[in-house]
Structures are given as C-alpha cells and as structure tokens.
C-alpha cells in the first residue's frame, strides 16, 4: 500500500498538501482507483479479445480467414502490452524512491525476504489485467479455434505480459529517474518532456486504435494480399505477428507456405527465451529498490554557480513547465485540451450526410472548450508544494495569474488548431465553419483570467492559492460551469444568429462580438477580484 | 523608523484568539527575538506582517508601510524564511534560486555574486544542483536563508529557524544574522531555542496565548521577574507561569519510567 500511496503522489502533484488534509481519504481513494483500474482492464481486454477474434471469425470481407485470424491475435497481443503498460505505468514510478521500502527495512526482514515483497507488491498493481490476458483470451481461442491455437494463445500471452512488465519496469524507472534528477542542458530537458508527452498522448491514442481494430486488421490484410506471401513471411519474423501467424497455422487446412510457418516457429521460440529473459532483468531492476531505492543524487553534474534571469513572468512559466515536465500526473492536465480532440473526434466525425454540419461543428468546439477548464485549474495545482517560496516572494497574484493564462492560452491555441484541421477535413458544410474555433481563440483570455480570479477569490481571498483537482470538487465543478458558459456564450450567439438569419457570416460575426465582450469583461472584473 | 511596528493586532481563527491586541517594535538595527510557547501565536504574528493573513483589527508596518495594505512593497524589503519548508520538490536548488532572483528582478551579476557566496559560506555548493527532494532538513533550510538573503534585504523575518538543525548549521545560522545587522539590517525571528535567543537578541518579547507579557532586553525581563542572574529559560519559565506545569510534567514522567 505504501508503494501504491508514493506512487499516487508521484502522479498527482497536489497529492503532497492533500496528505495533510485527509489521509484515510485518500487511502481509500488509492483503493478504489487501484480496483477501478483493475476493472477497466479487465473490461477493456475482454473487449479487445471478443473484438479481434470474434469480429475476425465471423467476417469475410478481406483476404483468407487464416491470414485474418493471424493479424487479429497478433493485435490483440499489441493491445494488451500497450494496456498493461500505460495503464500502470504511473503507479510503478513511486516503486522507485528511496524511501519506498524504508519502514519495511527498519523492520526484522531479511534482503530476500524484502526482495519478495517488493516484487509481490509489483505484481499486485497489475495482477487483475495480467490474469484476465493469461485467463481469458485463451480460453476464446480454444472455444473457438481449439485446443492448439488457444495453447499457443496462452504462450503469447505469457510472452506479451512478460515484455509488457519488463518495459514497464524499464521506463517507470527510467522517468523516475530523469524526473528527479537535475540536467545540465536543454536538450535533456527536451528530451524529458517530449518523453513524457509522447507517454500521456500515446496512452490515449492507443485506447483510440481499439474502436478502429477492425479496420486496421482489414487494411494490414490488403497491405500483406499486395506483397504477396513473402510480406506474410517477413510478418512472421515480427513480434508478436509470429506467435500470431504461428496460431493461425494450426489451425485445419493449409494455411501459409511452409517457410512462413517455419519463420513464425522460429521466431517464436526466440520470443519466448527473450520474454524469460525480460522477466528474470524485471526481477533483478525491483530488487534494486529493496536496496534503498533508485539513486539520482550521484547523476547531478557539478557546475558554476550562476544565476540564470528571466522576467519575472517567464520565469513563473519556466518553473510551471518544468514541474509539470517532472510529473505524469502533471503533463496528463496539461495536455489534457490536446486529449480532449481524440476523444471529440467521434462527434465530428460522424455525419451522416458525409459532411459536417454547423450543429456538429458546435458541439464539438463546445465539448473541447468546457473541457480546457480543468486544465486551467492543473495549471493552478502546480504550486501546491512551493507555498515557504510564495510567502516570502513580492509577486503580484496577477502576475502568476498573467502567466498562468499565457500557458492556457497556448494549450487552447493548439485544441483550436487541431480542431480547424478537423473540420476542414471533415468535408464543412461551407468552409466558414472552419472558422468557427478561431473566433473561440479570445476565449482563451478571458476563460484564463475569470476562472482565475473566480478561484483565488473563492480559495484565497483573492490571494493565490494552490487548487486541489481531485480533492476540491467544488473548485472543480465552478471551474468547469464557468468554463462552459465563457467558451458557449460565444458559440451560442453564433447559433442563434445562424437560426434567425441563415447567415454564416453574420452568424461568425456576433460569435467574434461576444468573445470580445468577454475579454473587456475579464480585463475589468479580474482585477477586482484579485488580491497583492 | 522602526523596521516594524505592530499595533493592538487582534486575529481570531473562529472562535479560537491566536493574537490578542499584541503591541511591539522592532528597531532598525537590533535582532528582536518573539518567544513562546508552541501556539502562542507567534507564527500568526508573523504572517500578518509578511501580509499573509488579514487581521481582525490594529496594524501591522514594516518600514512604515502597511503590510496588509502593500504585502508586494513589504516583500521587497523583507527576507522571510517561513517556519514550514514547502518548496518545490522536484526543481533542484538552482532551479530554485533563479526563480527567485528572476521575480525580484535581480541583474544576473548580483545574483550569482551573492548566490555563490552565500553558498560558499553555508557549505551549500556540493547541494547545488541537488533535487530539494534529496535534501536534508538543515540543507532546505540553507536553501531558504540564500533565497531569503538574495536580494539583502533590509529585514529578515525568520520563523523557527533553528528547529532540527545540526549544531555546525544552526552556528553558522546564528553568524549570518549577526552579519546582517552588523551591516545595517534588522531581524525578527521566533524561535524556541533560549540560548539561542539569549546569544543572539537585543530585545525578546514573551508572547503567550496571544498576549504580550513581558519584553525587553535580558537585563530588563531579570528586573520584571525580580530574578537577578537568571537565564532566559528560567525567566521564560517564570514569566509564563510554566514552573510548576514543568516540575509536575518532569514528576509524571518519573514516575512513568520508573515502573
């Protein structure tokens, strides 16, 4: 439980103030997330299982069954290596501190007897997701393919999960260690960031890939039909294409040419002994902790003493970025605007018609926008630890607030864009409405400072304060409804206009009117609610 | 001018009266040392002046301006090292000390001139480029003192500074404020340490329960408690009205082991 509670602070950068708030909350908290997460992964693979095998089984559209059936297996084992692995990867990183197993080490336990539980404690966190592979998916396959195909189903899953551990081991303890331990250029700062960046945006794109299987298996099918049989034979040198390939070959009747089954037998053995191997590295890197954790303070380089100046504002940014770039937890609420497009996509993709219309085009700008709220207030959660600088410091709370709101400003710039790009795809009705998330652009401005200034006044007094994201609902709900009716007054406006004039242009126009009223709304009300 | 003037402060938390029309100055030049015992309201005394919390009633001034009113003009001349260290755990000291230096708007010359310095001074250079994460207590502490000493300030404001400090770290502690009022500036620290406050003060007052009871130099509390040669512990004792809950406390406890 200790891991799992260091683990939880490691993701949630308010989790530090909150310990003092209300610890058996979140105890119980860390409770029901672990077996929610247990849960949705269970759900999530026995969805993937039925939704590549079954759907694969029963559909004749593309190719041979043998080749289907091949690329639906091998699927679903990139499917579960990519659950397994993002969905725990952000409680494992606290397994790496130092003081993770420090209580346990005062206590009469031996070294082995500490190496067991660190291990036992690892393999808890993903037990429920591991058993269900090992458990579930075979046990389709046998129903439905028999006993051979569902034996070597079990020994791609024993592989996968095996790989999937490992590189979960690898990477938490890689991103523990470049978050806490200081660099000396910007290039690793860079390096960290994007890493970080393409772990939260690949989690969220890779549960996107599920709702698509189908028609990627079908696209790899015509791809593998195009190339012919020396393509499926190269796939069987691929892991896992080859366990995949590997099943589909026992399966009755003459399925591949004899130098891909054997490509497939070959290199599937070879995947097994690396998956062993994987597992024994996996044990020996947790042991590590056992020892008094992953050390980082010996990886700082020494340098000059020199003070590096920026203006005050910039220098409130720099910090905010780099304490969200140390932070999964952090980096999920700041991107969370980007996130937010996969998950609006399906409002602005489906058409009907075979064009997006102005009614979905709102909705969706209106979905990403009420959603930008909660990113706001990650930003503001940023300075929960830093409260002995703050006190001390002669900084302005419009100030931060200033610098807080040119970060949201930039994090809705880039949902906005991405959004222009979406329509334009998407075949617009008429190609004003691509327009329709530039004119939302001011709402950055104006969500940025009123919910702000709405939060300090409600939290602090005007003063600045530290927003608690998953302790402070109330905070959370003010932030989300103020967010709504700033980002859809405008969008409002555009619709009713659109209703009574038929008019895109004047329709865009009142649109652009009330999110600058806003703005002259937020420049005048703001202040007054903030304190020095 | 007084560094800091506090008028008739009066502030509740509820029900419960932290400061209660507490009245006292610190002088340009002097270290006045604010002693009590734990919830007696020193910190709140504190935060108010530093314009961190709003007063119930009276004034709060430092260097004639009032800290409620201007708490960003306060903070300007003003080094305060709070008594709970919450930094940013992840930033490294660095990180830390450019952040600061960068929102007081320092020139870059003046700044690493007076960060490598102080870090020289503090034995701090080897902890620079360390994740506060990994630093001890005394070594947060450091930090703190190089970010509340970085812009030289005209007052420094120290709340407990020397809880949980080594004796080679609360030494060289007690020599940096000496330095800073030697060269002019003020200090106002609280603390529960007596010799420290006895070695280092020219003033103390003795809060307790939000009330001032007794202030002054050593001399003048030893005539006010009408002890002559007493210790500041002993006079602390005294003039709170401690004795007797110690001597019953140190019997209770004799007791308790002795089984």
């Known amino acids: 439980m200790e891991l799992r509670f260091r683990g939880y602070l490691d993701a949630n950068p308010m989790g530090a103030s909150r310990i003092k708030e209300n610890p058996e909350r979140i105890m119980r908290q860390i409770r029901s997330s672990n077996r929610m997460s247990g849960l949705l992964s269970a759900m999530f693979i026995s969805l993937i299982g039925t939704v590549s095998v079954v759907g694969a089984y029963f559909n004749n559209a593309v190719g041979s069954f043998y080749l289907r059936m091949a690329l639906s297996i091998s699927f679903f084992f990139v499917l579960t290596f990519v659950i397994v692995f993002f969905m725990n990867l952000m409680a494992t990183t606290g397994f790496f501190g130092a003081s993770a197993m420090r209580l346990l080490s005062i206590l009469p336990f031996s070294r082995g007897d500490l190496e067991n539980i660190i291990l036992l404690a690892f393999g808890r966190v993903f037990i429920a997701p591991a058993v269900i592979i090992n458990v579930v998916f075979p046990l389709i396959c046998l129903a439905l393919l028999g006993p051979l195909v569902g034996l070597v189903a079990l020994a791609g899953c024993l592989i996968t999960t095996s790989f999937a551990i490992g590189a979960l081991v690898k990477v938490s303890r890689w991103f523990y260690i470049k978050s806490h331990t200081s660099t000396d250029s910007r290039a690793s700062t860079i390096i960290r960031i994007t890493a970080g960046l393409g772990i939260v945006v690949g989690m969220f794109a890779a549960y996107g890939i599920i709702g698509i299987l189908p028609t990627l298996v079908q696209s790899l099918v015509q791809l593998s039909l195009s190339f012919g049989e020396i393509a499926v034979s190269m796939l069987a040198l691929v892991f896992p294409f080859s366990i995949g390939i590997l099943a589909a070959a026992l399966l009755p009747g003459m399925a591949f040419s004899p130098i891909t089954i054997g490509a497939a037998i070959v290199s599937s053995i070879l995947y097994g002994f690396l998956a062993l191997v994987a597992y024994m590295r996996s044990g020996n890197s947790l042991r590590s902790v056992a020892l008094g954790g992953v050390t980082t303070s010996g990886k700082e380089i020494r340098r000059d003493i020199s003070v590096d100046i920026v203006s005050p504002i910039s220098a409130i940014i720099r910090k905010d970025m780099k304490l969200a770039s140390r932070n999964l937890g952090s980096m999920v609420i700041i991107v969370l605007p980007i996130l937010m497009i996969f998950s609006a996509y399906p409002i602005v993709a489906l058409t009907t018609e075979g064009f997006l219309r102005s009614s979905s085009a709102l909705v969706g700008a209106g979905y990403i926008t009420s959603f930008t709220g909660i990113s706001f207030i990650g930003l503001l959660s940023l300075d929960s630890e830093g409260a002995s600088l703050h006190e001390g410091l002669p900084i302005d709370s419009r100030m931060i607030l200033s610098a807080k709101v040119r970060v949201f400003t930039v994090q809705f710039t880039l949902a906005m864009s991405v959004l222009v790009v979406w329509f334009a795809l998407a075949s617009p009705i008429t190609p004003l409405l691509v327009l329709l998330p530039v004119i939302e652009l001011p709402c950055a401005y104006s969500i940025g400072y009123l919910v702000g200034a709405a939060v300090y006044r409600m939290r602090g007094g005007g003063r600045v304060v530290a927003i608690n994201i998953a302790g402070d609902q109330a905070v959370v709900f003010l932030s989300m409804a103020l967010t709504a009716a700033i980002g859809c007054a405008p969008l409002g406006a555009y619709a009713l206009t659109l209703l009574a004039t038929g008019n895109h242009i004047i329709a865009l126009g009142f649109q652009l009117v009330v999110a600058l009223l806003e703005v002259l709304v937020a420049r005048r009300v703001s202040p007054r609610m903030l304190k020095g | ?259």
């Open chain 2, 1 to 259: 001018m007084a560094a800091v003037s506090i008028k008739h402060l009066v502030k509740s938390y509820g029900s419960f009266v932290a400061v209660n029309d507490l009245s006292f100055d610190v002088r340009e030049g002097e270290v006045y040392g604010l002693l009590g015992p734990n919830g007696a309201g020193k910190s709140t005394t504190l935060k108010v002046l530093m314009g961190l919390l709003d007063p119930d009633s009276g004034t709060s001034t430092v260097f004639g301006m009032d800290s409620g009113a201007s708490p960003v003009e306060v903070k300007k001349r003003v080094g305060y090292v709070p008594e709970e260290l919450s930094l940013y755990e992840s930033l490294t000291a660095r990180e830390l000390i450019d952040f600061v230096a960068s929102i007081r708007g320092l020139s870059p010359e003046t700044a690493t001139k007076r960060a490598s310095e102080m870090s020289k001074a503090l034995d701090f250079t080897q902890q620079y480029d360390k994740t506060v994460v990994t630093l001890s207590h005394g070594n947060k502490q450091k930090v703190m003192l190089i970010i509340a000493m970085l812009h030289a300030p005209d007052l420094l404001i120290l709340d407990e500074p020397f809880t949980g400090l080594d004796v080679r770290t609360a030494r060289i502690m007690k020599d940096v404020i000496k330095i800073h009022v030697k060269g002019g500036g003020s200090a106002l620290l609280s603390t529960h340490i007596m010799e420290m406050a006895e070695g280092l003060c020219n003033r103390v007052g003795i809060i307790d329960k939000g009330v001032m009871i007794a202030e002054g130099t050593l001399e003048e509390l030893r005539k006010q408690a009408q002890i002559e040669g007493a210790t500041l512990e002993k006079l602390f004792l005294k003039l709170t009205g401690a004795e007797e809950e110690v001597e019953e406390g140190v019997e209770t406890l004799r007791e308790a082991l002795g089984d």
